[in-house]
């Protein structure tokens, strides 16, 4: 399974954002996917993630804000963020977990200007 994360940028405070992962390979049809983010010097933490189900679930930081959703048929997940913080910046990853299995994408830079 492989992930293709992107939609990443620079943008000022209070504008918006929309990320976008591609799953390719042989998936399986349960599974959670999602969003976590590592900003400089700090450890990679969960933002949302959203079960095949629609099951979704977000970070107290992001909440009210970001909006996690996914395209099932396209095996794709997004992540709209808006009113973006400084705060927010760091690079984000995309996450697939099926069963015992976890696979991450390749990371997509989001840098949010004052």
């Not at 998936?27 to 400089?40: F, H, K, M």
Request: hydrophobic letters at 30%; aromatic letters at 8%; one cysteine or more.
């Amino acid at each position: 399974v492989q992930l293709q994360a992107c939609g990443g940028g620079l943008v000022q405070a209070g504008e918006s954002l929309r990320l976008s992962c591609a799953a390719s390979g042989n998936i399986v049809s349960l599974n959670t996917e999602g969003w976590y983010r590592q900003a400089p010097g700090k450890q990679r933490e969960l933002v949302a993630t959203i079960t095949s189900g629609g099951s979704t679930n977000y970070a107290d930081s992001v909440k009210g804000r970001f909006t996690v959703s996914r395209d099932n048929a396209k095996n794709t997940v997004y992540l709209q963020m808006n009113s973006l913080k400084p705060e927010d910046t760091g690079v984000y990853y995309c996450h697939l977990r099926a069963g015992i299995y976890t696979y991450w994408g390749q990371g997509t830079l989001v840098t949010v200007s004052s």
